[in-house]
Antibody, heavy 115, light 107 residues
Framework: EVQLVESGGGLVQPGGSLRLSCAASGFIVSSNSMTWVRQAPGKGLEWVSLIYSDGTTFYADSVKGRFTISRHSSKNTLYLQMTSLRTEDTAVYYC?????????WGQGTLVTVSS | DIQMTQSPSTLSASVGDRVTITCRASQSIRSWLAWYQQKPGEAPKLLIYKASNLESGVPSRFSGSGSGTEFTLTISSLQPDDFATYYCQQYNAYPYTFGRGTKLEIK
């Protein structure tokens, strides 16, 4: 059974950093395309970043230069390193497996950027 | 960036109704479009991929159509479990983008 479990969210001050983790089971993270999507409170979905199995990465303009997507093969885990956080980064962050559409999702982890 | 425009933003309907949600892309995305359903407090769920392909386990009352810039999601006979918010997403070009959502409410 495929499962994705995010962690690492919390309260951080503007300008701060946070690293989100997404632990996967039931499939191999490094053999798949993986994506981060976020959802601000009461708002719609926003695509954030993607990493291909070959390591190629892409980012939304809103996070480019501040966020870094990566993975750890032996831990079968996806990461999102977030720096220079802004209040507008406040959202639930979801990781998802990308198989022509986002087929499997985690439950999300809440990041709150506030002073 | 490719803009995805969903309409309507809110839709009121009754159990048994046939409903259609439209998604328009600001430029051609061929057939690289997905539809998702999201209920409050839950992660989104994939319904349709590549414009018209039904994801495994999704009821056959859901269908998708379209190509290029205009797409539709149709629910043939609404069930109580279908009242939720629906999003389209293009994955033809980076950055991938979502529509702003259509909230399907009980009339």
């Amino acid at each position: 059974e495929v499962q994705l479990v995010e962690s690492g969210g919390g309260l951080v001050q503007p300008g701060g950093s946070l690293r989100l983790s997404c632990a996967a089971s039931g499939f191999i993270v490094s053999s798949n395309s993986m994506t981060w999507v976020r959802q601000a409170p009461g708002k719609g979905l926003e695509w954030v970043s993607l990493i291909y199995s070959d390591g190629t990465t892409f980012y939304a303009d809103s996070v480019k230069g501040r966020f870094t997507i990566s993975r750890h093969s032996s831990k079968n885990t996806l990461y999102l390193q977030m720096t220079s956080l802004r209040t507008e980064d406040t959202a639930v962050y979801y990781c998802a497996r990308d198989l022509s559409g986002l087929t499997d999702w985690g439950q999300g982890t809440l990041v709150t950027v506030s002073s | 960036d490719i803009q995805m425009t969903q309409s309507p933003s809110t839709l009121s309907a009754s159990v048994g109704d046939r409903v259609t949600i439209t998604c328009r892309a600001s430029q051609s995305i061929r057939s690289w479009l997905a539809w998702y359903q999201q209920k409050p407090g839950e992660a989104p769920k994939l319904l349709i991929y590549k414009a018209s392909n039904l994801e495994s386990g999704v009821p056959s009352r859901f269908s998708g159509s379209g190509s290029g810039t205009e797409f539709t999601l149709t629910i043939s006979s609404l069930q109580p479990d279908d009242f939720a918010t629906y999003y389209c997403q293009q994955y033809n070009a980076y950055p991938y983008t979502f529509g702003r959502g259509t909230k399907l409410e009980i009339k």
